[in-house]
């Protein structure tokens, strides 16, 4: 009974939270506004109110996004602090597929400084600590000599280990992107470990909707690896994430070589893409399949779930989407883009 009042209290305040989401008059008053800051202002006295605050302050996209992100998860931090353990550590690792985001940054940043000597004065991170999963000082993780420096500083964090491992790969290729890769992977698959150790129901339910999202995940990742080149499917065996709720390892490349197969797949999954399977790339095929994942998973879960964690899964995948069709639409405003092809790109991420 205390479990059901708990999660009564919790999906009254997201629901109320939800309520705030940007309506579609916003995104299109942004669109057609004829500048970064005039496009800002529509976000003044919203939820979304820390972007422009930050941006307003600051003149930096990269610091807006963290900012917004920052207060969007430790609401969703707070919201899961009266509930289990186990579901404590679940929703950390919700929070842990945000962080890696900006952990990533802040590695670029040094690598382009310490490592390639290239000029990458465009990247930017939030200056002192910031806590989305663990607390984290980017400043002195910008400012180390070494990838063993930063393993140290991030010792604390279940990242130190990632970045040991994978550092000789770092160094001897001249690249960032086996630890990236790493990085990803352990965000993915350490959410379905915390959500195995849920209580009986409560991993029914997340399942249902997490589900489909490492399904998809997984897709996205191997899709881009072939685009990127690898041809040979055993590079791949090793980096399927289990979890989802339709693939197969065997499936999974099958798919990822074969752009029709995906594409009547994605169509399977969500019907209402149908008549874009014909039309346009896999890759943004893949685009409006997330986008789908996020609207019609984050809707399904609060119908559905009512008293279970995966309320706040809706909550983390109805923000998402609005966080990245904010970040869309900016940085397009950033390196300017006409209103027609904006509306373009807002609507690969919006039906």
């Given at each position: ?13 997201l ?104 000029n ?48 000789p ?13 790493a ?27 997490l ?24 590079l791949?065996?090793s ?20 752009d ?46 009512p008293?279970?964690c ?42």
């Open positions: 009974m205390i479990a059901v009042q708990k999660y009564a209290y919790i999906n009254a305040r629901r109320a939270r939800l309520s705030a989401l940007l309506e579609e008059a916003t995104v299109y008053k942004m669109v057609e506004a004829a500048s970064v800051e005039e496009a800002m202002m529509q976000l003044s006295g919203t939820s979304y109110e820390s972007f422009y605050a930050s941006y307003k302050k600051h003149g930096d996209l990269m610091l807006a996004e963290q900012a917004l992100t920052e207060v969007h998860m430790r609401y969703i931090t707070q919201i899961g602090a009266g509930l289990t353990s186990e579901i404590r550590a679940f929703v950390q690792a919700l929070l842990v597929l945000q962080e890696v985001r900006f952990l990533k940054t802040a590695l670029r940043v040094w690598f382009y400084r310490e490592i390639s000597a290239k990458r004065s465009y990247l930017s991170m939030q200056s002192g600590e910031m806590y989305i999963a663990y607390l984290i000082n980017y400043d002195n993780l910008m400012a180390s000599t070494s990838l063993s420096d930063i393993a140290n500083q991030l010792k604390a964090t279940p990242y130190s280990a990632i970045i040991e491992k994978n550092a790969d770092v160094m001897r290729e001249q690249s960032l992107y086996v630890l990236e890769v990085l990803d992977r352990y965000a993915l698959s350490n959410l379905h470990n915390k959500s195995m150790l849920l209580p009986a129901t409560e991993q029914i339910a997340v399942k249902s909707i589900g489909r999202y490492i399904d998809l995940e997984n897709i996205v990742y191997g899709k881009g690896k072939v685009l990127y080149g690898a041809e040979d499917p055993a791949f065996e980096e399927f994430v289990l979890g989802g709720i339709a693939l197969t390892k065997e499936k999974w490349i099958e798919i990822i070589f074969d029709a197969a995906l594409k009547e797949l994605l169509a399977q999954w969500y019907p209402s893409l149908q008549h874009k399977a014909s039309e346009v790339p896999v890759s943004v095929l893949m685009q409006c399949a997330q986008d789908r994942l996020y609207v019609e998973g984050g809707q399904r879960a609060l119908m559905q779930y008293f279970s995966v309320s706040i899964v809706a909550y983390f995948l109805l923000i998402e989407r609005d966080i990245r069709r904010i970040i869309t639409l900016f940085n397009g405003k950033a390196y300017g883009l006409d209103t027609t092809a904006l509306m373009s790109r807002i609507a690969l991420q919006v039906e």
